[in-house]
């Protein structure tokens, strides 16, 4: 049965740090394009950041670039999202997904992915 689960999601003070991880189970991730989203009360889900299955293509929304970092390890199945000076506006669930596909780049678009975990709550509060 193909899984992903996060973790690492929790409350933090604004400009604070967390780092989520996206594990694999029932396959690998070294085909899969893998994505993190975000979605807060009321809001539509938004793509936040991807890695292709090489890890040469990276994405990130305009709203988290300098500030996250993508990265991948085939080795232990794992995807991190490394989130650094969190803003209280990143509150949201955070969820990982998978896209198996032959495209070289990845996309943050959340209808392109297949699999998806069930994500973790991120809360940027003082």
């Known amino acids: 049965q193909l899984q992903l689960v996060e973790s690492g999601g929790g409350l933090v003070q604004p400009g604070g740090s967390l780092r989520l991880s996206c594990a694999a189970s029932?396959?690998?991730?070294?085909?899969?394009?893998i994505g993190w989203f975000r979605q807060a009360p009321g809001k539509e889900r938004e793509g936040v950041s991807c890695?292709?299955?090489?890890?040469?293509?990276?994405n990130y929304a305009d709203s988290v670039k300098g500030r996250f970092t993508i990265s991948r390890d085939n080795a232990n199945n794992t995807v991190y999202l490394q989130m650094n000076s969190l803003k209280p506006e990143g509150t949201a669930v955070y969820y990982c997904?998978?896209?198996?596909?032959?495209?070289?780049?990845?996309?943050?678009?959340?209808?392109?992915?297949?699999?998806w975990g069930q994500g973790t709550q991120v809360t940027v509060s003082s």
């Open positions: 997904a998978a896209e198996y596909t032959l495209q070289a780049m990845c996309v943050m678009l959340w209808r392109a992915y297949d699999h």
């Open positions: 890695i292709s299955s090489s890890g040469i293509s990276i």
């Open positions: 029932g396959f690998t991730l070294d085909y899969y394009h």
